[in-house]
């Protein structure tokens, strides 16, 4: 027993030390982010300058609203079409819950699995690999002849570009465990169930917040992109009929909802990890 002990030892060594060459890679660093008052402070104000600086720019140059709009014509195409656009935002939310939903439950399920079984890793692998590859855009034409133009090709495309996203983040959270908490489980007589829940889970909560939130924004794009490929309402939708309006203060507008949208889920998430993943900082 001390002999594996020592061993485990040994191996959690070996994986610190190969984590710190690694670490220029380590995502989870996106949930350890944080902010003085100065700082945000200084955000804010660098952000009412740039836009002060577009706005003289563009009035000075005289730049006509169709090729460049002035923020401030942004700003009043935003609060104009807000009522207009608030349907459109409901459908993009909704899509996006959903095929979140389904994506990630399923992401964090394979990678449970193939932390488990490793021979399912095998045979899951090459499809995750060409998943993550490949554009979820090019199968959205694709799903629209076998489902029609309604939600579901778009929510099947956010469960598709979320599910992978989540997968690969959650599973080197579960491999990432200290070798030594499991071996000090085994001693104890825990089993494969209690170790996973009581060990790997917990640990792994850092790397799985953040691959909630990047598959969060990567099934926001593809929201966004579906219904620009084919869909009748959404956000997506606005921006192609707004565009081929050359009503650019109105696309803008519709851009900064999408941006918006993407700030809050990274907050969201920013909150989500300080919550519940910070306590092994």
Do not use: C
Not at 66 to 82: C, D, Q, W
Not at 136 to 146: D, N, Q
Not at 262 to 278: E, M
Request: aromatic letters at 10%; glycine letters at 8%; zero cysteines.
């Amino acid at each position: 027993m001390a002999e594996e002990l020592r061993a485990a030892g040994r191996s959690t060594t070996q994986e610190r030390a190969s984590l710190q060459e690694e670490r220029f890679i380590d995502w989870s660093a996106l949930t350890s982010i944080s902010f003085a008052g100065t700082q945000m402070v200084i955000i804010v104000g660098l952000a009412v300058v740039i836009i002060a600086a577009i706005e003289l720019l563009v009035r000075a140059f005289q730049i006509p609203s169709y090729v460049f709009p002035k923020p401030s014509e942004i700003g009043a195409a935003l609060v104009t079409n807000f009522p207009t656009l608030a349907p459109h935002l409901l459908v993009t939310l909704r899509e996006l819950v959903i095929g979140y939903l389904i994506g990630a439950s399923i992401g964090i399920v394979l990678a449970a699995i193939i932390t488990q079984f490793p021979f399912v890793e095998k045979i899951v692998t090459p499809y995750i690999l060409i998943l993550v590859t490949t554009p979820m855009m090019a199968l959205v034409p694709l799903l629209i002849l076998r489902f029609g133009f309604g939600q579901t090709p778009r929510v099947i495309a956010v469960a598709l570009a979320v599910g992978p996203m989540v997968m690969i983040n959650s599973a080197t959270g579960f491999r990432r465990t200290d070798a030594a908490k499991l071996a000090l489980a085994r001693v104890y007589g825990a089993s494969t169930l209690q170790i996973f829940t009581k060990v790997r889970f917990p640990l792994a909560l850092p790397m799985i917040v953040v691959g909630l939130m990047v598959g969060g924004i990567f099934g926001l794009l593809t929201a966004v992109g579906a219904e620009m490929v084919g869909g009748g309402t959404g956000l997506g939708n606005r921006l192609v009929y707004y565009s081929s309006l050359a009503r650019t203060a109105s696309f803008f507008a519709v851009i900064i909802i999408i941006a918006a949208i993407g700030i809050a889920l990274y907050v969201l998430f920013y909150f989500v990890g300080k919550k519940w993943a910070s306590w092994q900082d």
